[in-house]
């Protein structure tokens, strides 16, 4: 599969993933559960490592990689302890269902396409390699669930953390660590360097990342990214889409673009509703 509809695939999939970080019924249900929703973040933990079991800090950190550590420890194990992964898996489903209706309306959620396109999105789920993608392998566990735009959202659920686990290992080849990932991807201008103080890590951490990638000439005294920075994530992002065509290669190339073609309309529903940040760590919309 071409690199450039592998990552169209993912820019139309992640929103619709990721609406259970900022939808309000989502927070209604973190809140109902007993999670803090002065922020997104309690919830976002929550949410995210479920999947895995009632883990603890140090797997959540290893597996969501651009996290610092202390900011992983301050909601994990602690999450388990208001709730359990299955309770909040089950809590995850209602939010999304709900958000869905509200963002999309029941005529697109009973409609032909849309469970067209969740059967299209299934299939290549399903046939996502699993060997040392850790988050991937927890949610393509899950059963289920019967709803058509629920099995949507879990199928892109399992598609976008396959990429992501694919991103990490493409991150780890190139020699960069958690903090460097992000200092280096800041250096290319993929968001602006406040939006990445959301992933918890200290100026002094900050720092120190970046001048080791200044010693290796990957940024300048600035912090801008020099040719070889600028190559290297380049590099990274070709990885990355090149481990994560498996199952759009699975599905072929027909079934894609009309999955492609079918997705267009709730992405641009939810794209526009306002719901999602301008700005994301992921870069989406910039790279």
Avoid: C
């Avoid at 109902?32 to 997104?40: E, F, I, N």
């Amino acid at each position: 599969m071409e690199t450039a509809r592998v990552r169209q695939m993912w820019h139309l999939l992640e929103p619709l993933h990721s609406v259970l970080y900022y939808a309000p019924e989502a927070f209604d249900e973190a809140g109902a559960l007993g999670y803090g929703t002065a922020d997104r973040w309690p919830s976002y933990f929550a949410w995210r490592a479920a999947a895995l079991g009632p883990v603890g800090p140090v797997r959540v950190a290893s597996a969501f990689y651009g996290f610092s550590p202390e900011k992983v420890a301050r909601h994990v194990p602690a999450a388990w302890e208001v709730a359990t992964p299955a309770d909040v898996l089950a809590a995850r489903l209602r939010a999304v269902d709900r958000s869905y209706r509200t963002l999309l309306g029941a005529e697109v959620l009973e409609g032909p396409a849309l469970a067209e396109a969740a059967g299209l999105a299934r299939r290549a789920a399903g046939s996502a390699g699993l060997e040392g993608r850790p988050l991937a392998a927890a949610h393509a566990e899950l059963p289920w669930p019967e709803a058509p735009h629920l099995v949507l959202w879990q199928a892109a659920t399992i598609l976008r953390e396959h990429r992501g686990d694919g991103h990490i290992a493409a991150l780890i080849a190139a020699g960069l660590d958690p903090a460097e990932s992000l200092v280096s991807f800041a250096a290319v201008g993929a968001a602006a360097a406040h939006v990445f103080e959301t992933r918890g890590w200290s100026a002094d951490a900050w720092n120190a990342a970046r001048e080791r990638l200044r010693a290796r000439g990957l940024v300048d005294a600035t912090g801008l990214a020099t040719d070889a920075g600028r190559a290297l994530r380049a590099e990274v992002e070709r990885r990355t889409d090149e481990l994560a065509a498996g199952p759009w290669d699975a599905l072929g190339a027909e079934d894609t673009a009309r999955l492609a073609d079918l997705l267009g309309g709730p992405w641009l529903t939810i794209v526009g509703s306002g719901l999602l940040p301008g700005e994301n760590t992921l870069g989406i919309g910039k790279s």
